[in-house]
């Protein structure tokens, strides 16, 4: 009996080791899933992120091409005006010249030509100045983009620093997580048997137990019915006593109530 309950006390004490050792396994395991979890997700994360800052670099780089092509245009435009614009001078100047040496009607066509040339000279002045400040805002777009340009490939690789760590945590408690699955059902298993080990021998103490206290009862029963049997038999024994006490006591009393016989005198010859 002695053995059983120190043997009991072991398997409770190895049942509450094995029971916290599952529980920290569990928990291990939870813990490397959600890591696992929140590493995947975070490199998902960076993978999408990398995806939109691309297709964002690319629309960008599309754009600065396209205002690139706008400024060359232009510039070609400016050039063809500030050809124009020059060989319109000259012939001003030329004009300007000849008139100082005609008269009559030659003198009013070279005034119309040279009203005519000025009013061409204006045109492209103003068409120049229009050409010039479409130049100037396409230069401001392409130093934007390309300042748009260059913070998105900062992004890219502050994001591609980031991901190696990502990828590290990913590998490591995916192994953590294989390991501890691999162990988990042993722990699991162990810790079992040692708490139908602990039932078993619980079990058997209680019916043990119970043995005893059923052998008192009957050793108590057994006692209290001797004890009556005794008291019983010492009154029936005390009961007798009496009786034969009062017998004896009543045939002395009749004996002492008989008369007492008269003595014959014998009479002398």
């Known amino acids: 009996m002695t053995k059983l309950t120190k043997k009991i006390q072991q398997l409770d004490q190895k049942k509450s080791k094995s029971s916290k050792l599952r529980k920290q396994?569990?928990?291990?395991?939870?813990?490397?899933?959600?890591?696992?979890?929140?590493?995947?997700?975070?490199?998902?994360?960076?993978q999408r992120k990398m995806d939109k800052i691309h297709s964002e670099l690319d629309e960008t780089s599309i754009i600065i091409q396209q205002k690139l092509a706008q400024r060359?245009?232009?510039?070609?435009?400016?050039?063809?005006?500030?050809?124009?614009?020059?060989?319109?001078?000259?012939?001003?100047?030329?004009?300007?010249?000849?008139?100082?040496s005609v008269t009559g009607e030659a003198k009013k066509q070279l005034d119309f030509t040279l009203n005519t040339i000025t009013e061409q000279v204006s045109e492209l002045r103003k068409e120049l100045n229009s050409r010039n400040l479409t130049a100037k805002k396409i230069s401001e777009s392409i130093d934007y983009y390309s300042s748009q340009k260059s913070k998105l490939s900062n992004q890219i690789k502050k994001t591609l620093e980031s991901k190696p760590t990502l990828v590290n945590l990913v590998k490591s408690s995916k192994n953590q997580v294989a390991k501890l699955e691999k162990k988990l059902p042993s722990i699991i298993n162990q810790d079992q048997k040692v708490k139908e080990t602990l039932a078993?021998?619980?079990?058997?103490l209680k019916e043990l137990n119970e043995k005893r206290k059923v052998s008192r009862n009957k050793s108590s029963r057994k006692k209290a019915t001797e004890r009556k049997r005794k008291s019983l038999e010492e009154k029936r024994i005390l009961q007798m006593a009496k009786k034969l006490a009062a017998k004896m006591l009543s045939e002395k009393r009749k004996v002492s109530r008989k008369p007492k016989a008269k003595r014959k005198v014998s009479r002398k010859p």
Do not use: V
């Open 200 to 204: 078993k021998a619980s079990t058997l």
């Open 25 to 46: 396994t569990s928990q291990a395991l939870k813990s490397a899933k959600s890591l696992r979890r929140k590493s995947t997700s975070g490199i998902n994360s960076i």
């Open 72 to 100: 060359d245009s232009i510039n070609r435009l400016k050039d063809s005006i500030e050809e124009r614009l020059n060989q319109e001078k000259e012939r001003k100047k030329q004009i300007e010249e000849e008139i100082s």
